[in-house]
Structure formats: structure tokens, C-alpha cells
């Protein structure tokens, strides 16, 4: 889902950044202004610029909420009348990973980002930003083909196509399950791209192929490759890994994990892609 609202802002980087404490939510006041400060873009290509926004903070308002009462007007605080801001969202409930974008330079969705939290005093200032690692299409709107682009890269599925019945799969033991259940709560938000060092803004998708595939990709390999009917391309997928833009473009900064919303194990994932392409390397020089 896009929504159109107008709008506008500053604000700072990507990755890492302030955030907010969760203790500012219980001094919070009630009905105070907040200032708004969005990075606007009116397309690819194209200059962006700063607006900033007043707006009355309902008690338990999320940035997408008060992106739609700047919707409903479009009025920087100059008094000028401006274009309604571009953001994605979908679930409104951080399952979806779309409305990801920086917000006062901190990666994160902003369907789970209260206000109360970031901005609970009256004038303060919060800062909108669309994530840097992908191509703006318009305001907090980006293009993440590049993300799921680089999961078909590994094969990131369970191969089971057919047209007709394969009967149940292979069983699984609890533990098993566990592992792969933590990894399978990937949203393709694109956080931990956003915080990588080694994930840089690609805009030739021509490129994509051979630059870092990033931890998400990785994690997802991970996942498929220990299911068992999925690990039937773990050898491919291993090979692509291994390839340009692998596993070994990690330079093991671990900002990925820190920013993943759903605390996936993505430094392990890592590490275990790690070692199994390193067995599957010796192993295919043995063949050879
Ligand atoms: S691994 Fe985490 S941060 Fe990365 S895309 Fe998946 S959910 Fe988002
Ligand atoms: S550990 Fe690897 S994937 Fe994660 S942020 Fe660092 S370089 Fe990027
Ligand atoms: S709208 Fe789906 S994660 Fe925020």
C-alpha cells in the first residue's frame, strides 16, 4: 500500500543513530505540538530538501499516524502549502517490513515507532528519512527490488513445485523447527542492509549480481538449507555464496544484528554459511 501525504523535513544517516528510550513514553505530555522534519524527494534522480512540520501528538501515535494528519494538511511550518509525502506501508503491525525508513537516524519500521517514545516533550523534533541503501521513488518511499533480488540469488525456497500431490514432507525434530522458525521471521525489511557497511546504494541492476548480497540473503540460505526439503539446493545456493558478493564480502561488523527488528541470529547465520561453504569448497576440490 502507498500512501500520498504532503509534507516534508532533516535529519541525519542510516544505520546506527540516537532512537529512543522507552521510558520517555510514561512522561509524555499530553496534547503537545511536535515538530515533524521529513526528507523530501520528488523522484529518481532528483534533488532532495527539508520540511518540517507541526503537528498535535495523539496519546499513543505512530509515525504513520502522524504522517496521515500531515496528510490531511499539507502545511509546513512556514505556513506553505506543499505536495502530500510518498511513504509504503502494508500490515501496520511490523510484519510486512515496507514502511521501513530512518527515523532520527536510526533504522527501523515506522508502524511500531511511537511517538511518545522518540518525541514526548512539547516542541520536540523528529526526523524522517528514507533508508540511503536504496533508490528513493518518492519522499520515504524506496525501490528494495535489490533485496529480493538478491534472495532469488540464493534460491531462497523450498523447491516443490510440481502438478501433482508430493505427499508430506519430510519430518522435523523440535529443536530443528526452533532453529529455522527464529530465521524464518525475516520480513525483507531491509534494516540489517541499511546498517551494513559493506551493502552500498546499487542503483545498476546489472551490478547486483556480483556486489555484497547482505545478511538477510545469508540468514534466508541458512534457513533453506536446513529444511528439509529445501536443503535439495543447498549446493547451489552454497555456490552462489561463495561467488562475488558472498559470504566472504562480510567484513563481520555485526550492525546487522543489532538492527533487526526480529532479533534474527544473523551473525550466526553468517558464521554457519561460513563454514559450509568453506566444507562445500574442499569438498568440490576433492571431486574435482
Ligand atoms: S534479517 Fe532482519 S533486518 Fe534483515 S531484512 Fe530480515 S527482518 Fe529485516
Ligand atoms: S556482519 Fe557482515 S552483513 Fe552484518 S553488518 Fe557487518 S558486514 Fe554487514
Ligand atoms: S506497515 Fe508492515 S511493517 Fe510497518
Known sequence: MLNFTPAA????GAGGGSGAGGGNRARAVPGRTIRVRVKRCEG?????????????????????????????????????????VV????????????????????????????????APGEGDEITLEPMSKFPVVRDLWVDRSRLFHNLSRVKAWVPIDGTYNLGPGPRETPAQQETRYALSECMSCGCCLEACPQFTLEEDPKAWGTSFIGAHAISQARLFNEHATGRALKGERLEALMGPGGVSDCGNAQNCVKVCPKHIPLTESIAAIGRAVTIHAVARWFRG
Open 44 to 84: 529518481p534522480g532528483k534533488a532532495s530538501r527539508w520540511e518540517v512540520f507541526a503537528v498535535k501528538a495523539e496519546a499513543g501515535s505512530n509515525v504513520i499516524s502522524v504522517l496521515q494528519q500531515i496528510a490531511s494538511n499539507p502545511v509546513t511550518v512556514e505556513g506553505e502549502r506543499t505536495t502530500p
Open 9 to 12: 523535513g532533516a535529519g541525519s
Open 87 to 118: 511513504w509504503d506501508s502494508g500490515c501496520l503491525e511490523e510484519v510486512c517490513g515496507a514502511c521501513t525508513m530512518v527515523i532520527n537516524g536510526r533504522v527501523r519500521q515506522s508502524c511500531s515507532c511511537l511517538i511518545d517514545e522518540y
